[in-house]
C-alpha cells in the first residue's frame, strides 16, 4: 500500500530526538513519501536540506501569512533561489492567508500572498495555500493573481463544498487533515463526501492537528493513515483505494515521478479484483471518461498490448484477498469472448464469483447469440442501458449499429436471464436522461437496474 503526507513540518526541534523512529513508525504505516513543507525562510531550508537528503521526501518553499511583516526583497530572493537550487522543490508554499489569528497585518499578509504567486507562475511550480478564515479574500487573489495557471493545493482545507468546487475548477486540489477525525467536524466531511476522490490529497500538517485517537500528542507523517482510514469509510472505498488514489493525486500535482505501474490487467477497487484485457469497445459514449484519461481510482488502465491468458492469470495471481473477479476495464471485455470464456473456466475452478460488464452488444459484435456460451462461467452479467429508447442510446452511445443497438442491448438483456443467474441492467445518471424511464425498460426486461453515478467511474 502506498500513502504519501502531502504536508509535514517534519523538521526542526519537535523531531530532533527521534527523526529517524518517526521515518520508520510512518514506512510501516505504509506512507511512502512525504513533502516536508517550509513555513519561512529557515524552515524552507531545514525542509530543503530534508529533500536532498532522503530520496523519499519531497519539499515545498515560502512564507507562511504569520511571518509576512517580515518579508523584504532578500526573503523573496532567498525562497527564488531555493525553489531553483532543487528538482526536490515541488511547490511554493505555504503561503496565504490567516485572518483567524492575524499574527502579521492584513496588507502584508496579501502583499506577500500575491508576490509568491507571481513567483509560483514564473517557476511554473504548483502552490500549498493557507487559508484560516480569509476563503473569500483568497478566492478573489487567486483569481486576480491567476493562480489557475499553476494550481496547486489547498492544505488543510476548511471551507465549505462550494469553496472545494470553485478551487477544483480552477485546478486546485483539497488536502485534508487529520481533522477530519474529530468528532465535531461534520463540515469538513461533508467536504469530502462531495469532491470526487480524484481530487483528494491527505496530510498531517504534522506537528500540528493530531488525529484521533491520538489527539493531544505531537502529530508525524504515520499518522496520515488515520486520516486516509476515515477518508475511505466516508467515500466508500478502502484504505487502499485511498491511498492510491490519493497518491496519485499529491504525485500529479507535485509532478512527482509515479512509481512504475507493474500491472494494469488486473486491479483492485473495494475488495472486488478487476480485469482489464482489451482497450478497445464498439460504443463511444459521451459520458465515458476515457476519451480524457485513462485513469480509474488511481489506476492507469491504459493497455500497452491486449493481453494473453496466461498475463491474465500471472496478473491476477499477484492479488489476493477478492471477493469477486469482474472483466471492466476501459473497453469492451466480451470483445475479447474467447479469452473471457478461457480464464472465466479457471476462475470458476478455483471457486471464485465471475462478473462481467458489458455494453451488451456482443451478439451483433459477433453475429450470433454468445450467452449460452458464458452458461456456469459468469455469475453476473451487468448491461449498460443507459437510455429507454432507441434515440436517446444513439445520442449518448454513438453505437455503430444504429437502431440495432439499443434493440441489440434489449434483447441480449431478454436472452441474458435464459443462461446467467444474475442480469443487471444500469445507467449513467447522465443530467437530462429519465432515469425513471429506464429504469421501468429494465423492469419490463424482466431484470434488475442500478443506476450508475455521472462522472464516477469504478
Ligand atoms: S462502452 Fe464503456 S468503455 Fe466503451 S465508450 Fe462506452 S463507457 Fe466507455
Known sequence: MELIDSHAHVYGEEYAADFPQVLERARE??????????????????????????????????????????????????????????SKV????????????????????????????????????PLVIHDRDAHDRIMAILREEKAQEVGGVLHCFSGDLAMAQECIEMGFVISIPGTVTYPSNEALRDVVRGVKVEHLLVETDCPYLTPVPHRGKRNEPAFVRLTAERVAELKGLSLEDIGRITSLNTRTIFRIPQPEEHSTIAYMIRNSLYLNITNRCSNRC??????????????????SHEPVFAEVIAAIDTKSDFSEVVFCGYGEPLARLDLVKEV????????????????????????????????????VISVSLNAADPDTYQRLCNTPFGADGFRGVCDFLREAGKHIPKVVASAVTVPDLDVEKVKSLAEELGVEFREREYAEVG
Open 286 to 303: 459521451t459520458f465515458c471518461p476515457k476519451f480524457d484519461d485513462f485513469i480509474v481510482k488511481g489506476h492507469e488502465l491504459k493497455l
Open 344 to 379: 472465466a473456466a479457471e476462475l470458476k475452478r478455483r471457486g471464485l464469483k465471475v462478473r462481467v460488464n458489458t455494453d451488451g452488444q456482443a451478439n451483433l459484435l459477433h453475429g450470433r447469440n454468445i450467452l449460452p456460451e458464458l452458461a456456469g462461467l459468469v455469475d
Open 90 to 125: 515541488v511547490a511554493i508554499g505555504e503561503i496565504g492567508l490567516d485572518f483567524y489569528r492575524d499574527r502579521s497585518p492584513r496588507p502584508a499578509q496579501e502583499e506577500v500572498f500575491r508576490r509568491f504567486i507571481r513567483l509560483a507562475r514564473e517557476l511554473s511550480l
Open 29 to 86: 504505516a505504509g506512507v511512502t513519501t512525504m513533502v516536508a513543507v517550509g513555513a519561512d525562510l529557515e524552515s524552507s531550508r531545514q525542509a530543503l536540506e530534508l529533500a536532498e537528503a532522503h530520496p523519499h521526501i519531497y519539499c515545498t518553499v515560502g512564507i507562511h501569512p504569520h511571518d509576512a511583516e517580515g518579508a523584504t526583497e532578500e526573503s523573496y530572493q532567498a525562497i527564488r533561489e531555493m525553489a531553483l537550487s532543487s
